[in-house]
């Protein structure tokens, strides 16, 4: 680590407030520390360590709980019967995919099918074979910074989402096969990660993530008879005690929290709840409950939009609070009001930007992130969560708005619950959601989603993009206009700052500057707060969707220039407008970048044209071309991590004052270019 990013580090910790400070240098010299004693207490902690712990009589009472209280969390899974008469099908999807995880075969974060082999490395980038030590965590430089690997890919491994069809396959079967694997790799996994040892235990998200899954595995596998073996249910109990007291001891706790600590704070609720007795599982379930109750009055906006702006993060940040809010019932414990309010509003959000065909616009990062994953939908249509939601709620209204749940609810609910939903309901109207800043224009064929918002992440950036005044577009049925998307986060600066720039995102970009400036390559995850934001209008009609908003990140230029960008949608025709103009004084050189579908063929027509044409559709493109010229670029479409296709980007450009733009998109027939 360089001096100028150490000196950068401590004047932002400096900055914040006193009792953080003091209690960052604690937490740093209390972790040094901490080295010395914290492997030796992972190999040393026994079962008489574990029953003394728990209050247990002895390790089968032990077991007999755990048993129990994950039922609690889980109470019902569905028969291959109830499944298939919910989802046509489902259980040879389950099935096959169990086939793959029997044979250690992969296919995660864009690596494409792999195969690890009968022994698994788990220290392994399984995509470049670069790896990382055994030893204490915190001496491990988990970024390899010199080097291409992707940390990502060894804990999106070991957080085993890859592993939970053989135990969904073993409750439709109760083939032992299924079970005797998920036993086998959890063993082999527990020889070769020491407590706090290696680099899945790097940040504490992971241990939290692998608690969800390693609980819900034990609810599905526990009566099976690979789990009847005494010994292993002693080892897989101590792991997963142990994954809660590094929970807690490490938690992820900062000025200002995000998914890692929602992450953490859940899934010491989840090892609380499954533990039931004794201090450790008291205060567990205690302070995750406080720190949740907490956060989701900070982290998610009164209209249900999450602060880290972005839907990825939304949608994994509302499954940690509905499982962390099950796993409180579970155990007795009632959330409050506001809490089951911002979490209803997170599903309506969801519900509305999720598009006719079910897919979320690419807002912001996306790391691909689930807490338990179930179902067979894509991994962009995020509809099923407001299922969940409904359902554990008992949210009468919410249930008019779900789609495509049943195969996720079915394993968290059971069959029964899961036929309260349904694909048909009431068409989902346009909405402003004015705290999150996020502006929804649609009817039932046309869908466009606006970026009108703070940057994400109380102001530092985190996940969110430079994108204000940003959109998609999908126009009868079709997605037009998309955004870059998120390709990879420590693996590639180059990318990382691609995809987070404006130039990425269908929003002005003057004199080639960003809307808000990044900080460094160091900080991947930070940039500065420079753009205000303003609604200036918003209204839904039958006719004439509008939205009017403006944004100052270029005030700070010599020549200050405030963007407001008109978008407006008219039902009937499918049209789109969009009308920026360019307020303030001085020349400037300004592109209007526009991002097209992969699957987009563009052709410019002598007459000032562009006509699109995508899967048999066309559509046409025209704007004022007397000041501003049209270049065709080539960008690129990550909708899931690790993966990227190229697209056609437009680009206008025009140099000078007082400029304004104007573009229309619409359908037409016989569009098809050349």
Known sequence: MSLRVIATRARRVLAKPPTYVLRRIWSEIDHTLAGFTQPAFGRN????????????????????????????????LPTQQSLDALVPGESARVLEAAAHALRNEIDLLGSGAVNLGTRIDWHRD???????????????????????????????????????????????????????HVRAVLEGW??????????????????????????????ACADSAAFADAAFRERLSIALFLHGVFTEKYIERSDVNGNHFTADAAALVVVGALFGEGADAERWLRDGQQDLEHEIALQVYADGVDFEASSAYHRLVAELFLLASMALGAAGRATSTQYRQRLAGMARFTAAYSRPDGFAPLWGDNDNARALPFG????????????????????????????GSRGEAAWLFGAAAAEKLTDFGPPIASRAFRQGGVYVLRDARNHVFIDCGPIGLAGRGGHGHNDLLSFEAMLD?????????????????????IDRGTRSHNTPIVDGQEINRFLGPEFRWNMHNDAGHELVE????AGVDRFVGRHTGYTRL??????????????????????????????????VPLHLN???????????????????????????????????ATGREAASYGAKLPATRLEWRARGADLEFEMLIRPVAGGTPA
């Open 45 to 76: 902690f026994r079962t008489r360590d574990l029953l003394r712990r728990t209050g247990a009589r002895d390790a089968q009472s032990l077991w007999a709980r755990l048993e129990t209280n994950s039922r609690r969390l889980f109470p019902e």
């Open 126 to 180: 399984y995509k470049t074979g670069d790896g990382w030590p055994v030893e204490y965590f915190r001496k491990i430089d988990y970024l390899n910074v010199e080097r291409a690997s992707d940390v990502k890919t060894v804990w999106e491994l070991s957080r085993m989402q890859w592993l939970m069809p053989c135990a969904q396959a073993w409750v439709l079967t109760r083939d032992e096969k299924y079970a005797r």
């Open 190 to 219: 527990i020889d070769a990660n020491p407590y706090a040892c290696g680099v899945n235990w790097g940040v504490t998200m992971e241990p939290a993530m692998r608690l969800l899954t390693w609980t819900w595995m034990l609810r």
């Open 376 to 403: 067979s939908q894509p991994l962009r249509d995020h509809r099923y969560l407001v299922g969940l939601i409904a359902l554990h709620l008992g949210d009468a209204e919410l249930l008019t708005l779900t789609r």
């Open 477 to 497: 049925g079709v997605s037009v206009v998309t955004e870059g998307g998120c390709y990879v986060y420590t693996a590639d600066t180059v990318s990382r700052d």
């Open 538 to 541: 918003f209204s839904a009609g």
């Open 558 to 591: 010599a020549s200050p220039l405030t963007i407001e960008r008109t978008v407006e949608l008219t039902h009937a025709s499918a049209s789109l407008r969009v009308h920026d103009r360019f307020i303030g004084a001085g020349e400037h050189a300004i592109v």
């Open 598 to 632: 992969p699957a987009a063929r563009a052709n410019k027509t002598g007459d000032g044209r562009v006509l699109v044409e995508i899967q048999g559709r066309g559509f046409e493109i025209t704007w004022d071309n007397t000041r501003w010229s049209l270049e065709f």
